[in-house]
């Protein structure tokens, strides 16, 4: 199983660029990076999904660096309600099916 | 178009019984999982249905049962509740992507709204 680790908690204002690390080592060869937002009491909402290199999307960016040890969420100019759980997942892919592995989380807080 | 649905949306139940639960997954998807989560943590994986049956199992008891039906709308089955049973159940939808020599694989899933079960 490939673990992720992210910081636990991040705060940010109003306007601002907030980037999200997440580190997993023990990335396989068939394994994709995905990035799930949730709110209290909701299910997650998938934001993004790559596999190298650099994916955008109208909601965030993800940047992975060519040794796939390392993802990077980007969202540009956070508002408040951007304050949630973000999840950085890397997805244990065989033809038996997909385990989506979560830990607990980065918890954003964006303050005016 | 309806993206995945959960039904109920809460249920209080008592220690022994038993609970279940339903999902529907988006249109066009044909895979379904499950998962759990207990307030302050990350949903875990309870297993996950195609073609209606279990091809993939995390680290829960028999108690834990599910059903795939042939429209693909799913259900989970919870034996002799137990307190710590209370949390957050989630359902998942995908759709198996036949990717040539690689075989079959699962893409993104969606989750549904949750169903917040809680065990007196």
């Known amino acids: 199983l490939a673990k992720t680790t992210q910081p636990i908690s991040m705060d940010s204002y109003e306007g601002q660029e907030v980037n999200i690390t997440c580190s997993h080592n023990?990335?396989?060869?068939?394994?994709?990076i995905t990035w799930y937002q949730q709110f209290p009491s909701q299910g997650p909402r998938f934001i993004i999904q790559g596999y190298k290199t650099k994916v955008t999307n109208e909601v965030a960016s993800l940047f992975i660096p060519a040794d796939r040890k390392s993802s990077t969420l980007s969202l540009p100019r956070v508002s408040l309600s951007d304050t949630a759980v973000y999840y950085c997942?890397?997805?244990?892919?065989?033809?038996?099916?997909?385990?989506?592995?979560f830990g607990k989380g980065t918890t954003l807080s964006v303050s005016s | 178009d309806a993206g995945v649905t959960q039904s109920p949306t809460h249920l209080i139940k008592t220690r022994g019984q038993q609970v279940t639960l339903r999902c529907s997954p988006k249109s066009g998807h044909d895979t379904v999982s499950w998962y759990q989560q207990a307030l302050g943590q990350g949903p875990q994986f309870i297993f996950q249905?195609?073609?209606?049956?279990?091809?993939q199992r995390g680290n829960f008891p028999d108690r834990f049962s599910g059903h795939q039906f042939p429209n693909y709308s799913s259900e989970l089955n919870v034996n002799a509740l137990l307190l710590g049973d209370s949390a957050l159940y989630l359902c998942?939808?995908?759709?198996?992507?036949?990717?040539?020599?690689?075989?079959?694989?699962?893409?993104?899933?969606?989750f549904g709204p949750g169903t917040r079960l809680t065990v007196l």
């Open positions: 997942l890397v997805a244990e892919a065989n033809q038996a099916g997909t385990a989506l592995i």
């Open positions: 023990n990335i396989a060869t068939n394994d994709y």
């Open positions: 249905y195609y073609e209606e049956e279990e091809r």
């Open positions: 998942a939808s995908s759709r198996q992507v036949v990717a040539g020599l690689a075989g079959v694989w699962t893409d993104t899933q969606y």
